[in-house]
């Protein structure tokens, strides 16, 4: 598996912003497809961003505008910024590579441990 290790969370008032990034590993990184993932408190993990070899970007309905998936593949590494932050984006962002380079979430098979995101109201 890839190695993943994501940063960045923590504490922010509801509109407010925070960046998470995730350092990979892998010689191939830029073949892979990458993606965030969330568990919000009593929640199913969802799906909440992912972006191809390409660039090209997708996103879950409820985070379209205000949340940017980008990646930097010199350095290895995916970043989530995250605006206009809500209290129900609260939860455990994990980042996820697809080895493949498909985005379906079934392609994702490599995890980070997670990182916590708490919005306050």
């Known amino acids: 598996q890839v190695q993943l290790v994501e940063s960045g969370g923590g504490l922010v008032q509801a509109g407010g912003s925070l960046r998470l990034s995730c350092a990979a590993s892998g010689r191939t990184f830029s073949t892979y497809g990458m993606g965030w993932f969330r568990r919000a408190p009593g929640k199913e993990r969802e799906f909440v961003a992912g972006i191809s070899r390409s660039g090209a970007t997708l996103y879950t309905n409820s985070v379209k505008g205000r949340f940017t998936i980008s990646r930097d593949n010199a350095k290895k590494m995916v970043y989530l910024q995250m605006n206009s932050l809500k209290f129900e984006d609260t939860a455990v962002y994990s980042c996820?590579?697809?080895?493949?380079?498909?985005?379906?979430?079934?392609?994702?098979?490599?995890w980070g441990q997670g990182n916590q995101v708490t919005v306050s109201s």
């Open positions: 996820a590579a697809s080895t493949s380079g498909f985005l379906r979430i079934s392609d994702f098979d490599s």
